[in-house]
Every structure is written in structure tokens, then in C-alpha cells.
């Protein structure tokens, strides 16, 4: 039922009682089902409903075990440790106004950090633009493009791991990348260089992104799907990414639990959308691996909690998992840490077939020229 917390807490305040749809403290889920629904009639917009009450309707999402999580009244933390889930949230705060809340805790690791930040950025953006409005937006946004697709037809081209090339200022681990950063020249460059797709960091406070960049790169004429590489813990999230023109959208196994997980697969489905699902370990992946309907999955080399990063993570999940994951038709995505032609081939041969990179390209003079530095060739476009 996290999935419809991740729903009720998208939904316009005023629809339902405020405490249970901003607090992290689940309601029973008939409580939160009828608070679900009840808000879902009172949106406007057909879609919306739609989209809300697909969650209600679809009852297979919830297994009878997740269920007595949520019975039992435990905390959306508790049930997210129970998975092996280590970031915590925070008490949202009520309002925007209301800052950060009473809430003394330290956050443990940085992406913890990061969350409990976007925690605050999401509630406040809502309260400038509910949902049912971000919704509206995205019916207004051109038809999503094939991620999935255009990584696939790459990988046959050029028969590398296809490239996801990154858009991105700066870092909590390295800070700023790229002082005259431009995202439209990097996107074009990229792009005529031979990247399947682009990744662009969207993230202000810790990575000096923004959904304009996205915007504007989409806007630029640039043809490769785009990723959205945020945090997401909110539906909201999603529809917003898709109205600034997003193709696919990032989803972090260690910040959300399988029921949030479950719930914004099926979402971005019906946005024509595609999620690359994140994982750094093997419980993570074997959390991804039991879910329907994932395509895309993405190892990512760093950890998000320490930034140690280690390109034989790849090797060594996809030695234990490769042939789960092949007999599923899921793709593989290496992430992080990947400089050298070595590097490339050294994922390749453990099993991607795709690459998603961005600090190696974007402090190159010529990011789009660094590409062929990275793969050793040029790449067919
Ligand atoms: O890169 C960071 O410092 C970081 C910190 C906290 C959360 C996420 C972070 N990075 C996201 C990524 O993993 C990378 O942007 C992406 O995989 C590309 O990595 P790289 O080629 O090493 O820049």
C-alpha cells in the first residue's frame, strides 16, 4: 500500500485530510483506500482519475503479505527497512511554510540527505501545482520516445554497450564538473556524436540541474529520448518529468519500496514512459528482479551512501543474477565510473548493453568529440 501512500501524498490537500496524506505514518488500507479514492473523484481531469483509481483497481499490485505491513501500522520506515531499505524519510513537513518541521535527525549518508531535501522541494512545488495540473500539463507534452528502443537499435549498430550520455554540472562527490556549462551544446554534441540517449540531472541543490535544461534540451530540436534523472519519491514527480518533455525516468531501489515501485512502473507505462530501475547491491536487484513489467534495469557503480565507486559491482551482480535477468529480457545498464575504452569493454563482457556516463564526457573541452576517446571508435549514428 506504499503505492497508494505515494498517491494519497500526490494528491491536492484539501481533497483528504492532511495529516494522513503528508505524515509518513500509514493509515489502514481501507482508510487509505477510500482517502485514495475519494480524492480521485473529486480531480477534475479524466486522466487523473484514471490514472489514481488504476491503482484501486488493480488489487493483484497488493500481495496479502504487504497488506499486514501496512495492518500492522507500522511507519512507511519500517516497512522500507523490512525490505533492506536503509534511507529513511523524513516527517514531511505539513505545509511548505512549515520548513523542515520539529524533525532534530541527522540524515546518515547524503543520499539520505538528498531525499529528505526533495522531501521539501516536492511538497513545495505541489503546493504550486497540484497534480491534477501537472497531469493536464503532461497530456500537453509530444508523445513520449522509445528509450528501450533507441538503446537497443544502438547496441545493434554498433555492437558497444549503447550510450546514455549525461548532462550534468555537478556532483555531491566531485562538485562542479563543468564551469561554462551549456545543456543544449552538450545535448547537441552528444547527440551528433552518437549517444543513443540523454540523461539529464534535473536536481538543483545538489547537482546545480534543473527541469528547464530538460525543457530546453527537448525544446533544441535533440532527437535522442531523454532520461530524468532525479529522485524520485513522488508520483507527482513523474507527471512533471513527462510535462518538460522526459522520455524515461530514473526510479532509486534504495529510496523506494516495492509496492512505490510497483505503482510508478504502472504509471509510466501509461505515460508511454520508460523507468530505468536503479540498483547498487544484490538484495536490491533480487527486490527488482520479483517485480512484472521491468525493462530496464541500471547497476550503478557508485554508492549513493559512501561514493565509493567500483565498476566490478557490474561484474560481480551480473555474474550471480545475468541469467534471471536475460531469461526476463531485461537490459542492463552500467553505470558510473567508466573512463577507458577497458572500462567499456569490461562491462560489456560482464553483460550491459548499455553504459550511462557522465563525468568522463562532461569535463572533456568537447564532450561530444570525448565520446569516441571513451569507446575507442567512433560510434554509428
Ligand atoms: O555522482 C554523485 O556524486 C552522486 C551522489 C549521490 C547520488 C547520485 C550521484 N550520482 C548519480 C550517478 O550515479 C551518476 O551521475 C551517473 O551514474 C554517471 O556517473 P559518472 O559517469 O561517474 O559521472
New binding site residues.
Partial sequence: MESLLAASSSLPAAAFSPPSSLSSTSSSPHALRSAVAGAARAVRCSAAKDSILYALEHDEMFNSAEVIQWESGKSINSIAAAQGIRIRRRCRPRYPSEGSGADKAVPRN??EQ?IWDKEVEVSQRKAKKPLQKVIESSQHAPPARDFVGALTAAYSRNVAPALIA?V?KA????GV?REDFNPVEIAQSYEKNGAACL?I?TDEK??QGSFENLETVRNSGVKCPLLC?E?VIDIWQIYYARSKGADAILLIAAVLPDLDIKYMLRICKNLGMTALI?VHDERELDRVLKIDGVQLI?I???S?ET?K?DTSNTKTLLEKRGDLIRDKGILVVG?????TPDDVAYVQNAGVSAI???????KQENPGQAIAGLYGKDLLH
Fill in positions: 547524503m543520499l538528498i549525461e550534468k556532483s555531491p562527490s566531485r564538473l540523461s540531472l545538489h547537482f534523472k529522485f536503479e541500471g550503478n557503480n557508485r549513493l561514493f565507486v553505470e558510473s565510473g567508466l573512463f550511462l556516463v557522465g563525468e568522463s564526457l562532461v
